[in-house]
């Protein structure tokens, strides 16, 4: 029973660096969120995908990337990371219906130096 | 627009000890409700919702009640356990063009200590 599952937990970037994060879901869930979360500011939604091929942006788009290419996958995409990109990034996912609740992951911590 | 205020911390309280972490709301509509927790090292896990006014949501001995006449959705818990230390966050879900969108508090940490 796995439910979501981002890779890597922990990861230490270069300034300029790429990398790519990694969100898995076995619930057959439609809708897969990435936040990012900050001291003091709570969880800011960045990109967010309501199903498989598609995805939109969220509160904080901008230096990441992101593709739904399986419904069960939902990657996150740093294609020069920075300082400011430290944070700890969580995955979430959610069957599409009104009212049913958000699975999230264990969350992977970045630091940029 | 739409925004979520938490009070904040850290609360520290002695085990036993009433606990209630106020949580207000800004919305043009009727959103749902709720409160996610956050142990250490894991990720936000759901602990009580409510999806409309007057709700009472209710899990391991928390309670919160949707009070829409003063937009508020507090936290309750009669007696906090060290168990209990963590992070928690409240947040609302509303239609926002068509998606539902969720916005979350800045969370408060709660510290109970023996």
């Known amino acids: 029973n796995a439910g979501v599952t981002q890779t890597p937990k922990f990861r230490v970037l270069k300034t300029g660096q790429s990398m790519t994060l990694l969100c898995a879901q076995d619930m057959n869930h439609e809708y897969m969120y990435w936040y990012r979360q900050d001291p003091g500011m709570g969880l800011r939604l960045i990109h967010y995908s309501v199903g498989e091929g598609t995805t939109a942006k969220g509160e904080v788009p901008d230096g990441y990337n992101v593709s739904r290419l399986k419904k069960q996958n939902f990657l996150l995409g740093l294609e020069s990371a920075a300082p400011s990109q430290t944070s700890v990034y969580f995955c979430?996912?959610?069957?599409?219906?009104?009212?049913?609740?958000?699975?999230f992951g264990q969350g992977t911590r970045l630091t940029v130096v | 627009g739409d925004s979520v205020t938490q009070m904040e911390g850290p609360v520290t309280l002695s085990e036993e000890a009433f606990l209630t972490i106020n949580c207000t709301y800004t919305a043009t509509g009727y959103p749902s409700l709720f409160w996610y927790v956050q142990y250490p090292g894991e990720g936000l896990q759901l602990l009580l919702k409510a999806t409309k006014a007057d709700d009472k949501g209710s899990n391991k001995g928390f309670e919160a009640t949707y009070r829409k006449e003063t937009t508020s959705f507090h936290l309750e818990k009669g007696s906090v356990q060290v168990s209990d230390s963590a992070v928690y966050f409240c947040?609302?879900?509303?239609?926002?063009?068509?998606?539902?969108?969720?916005?979350f508090g800045t969370g408060t940490k709660l510290q109970v200590i023996p």
């Open positions: 947040a609302a879900r509303m239609n926002s063009g068509g998606y539902q969108k969720v916005t």
């Open positions: 979430a996912s959610r069957a599409g219906q009104s009212n049913t609740e958000a699975f």
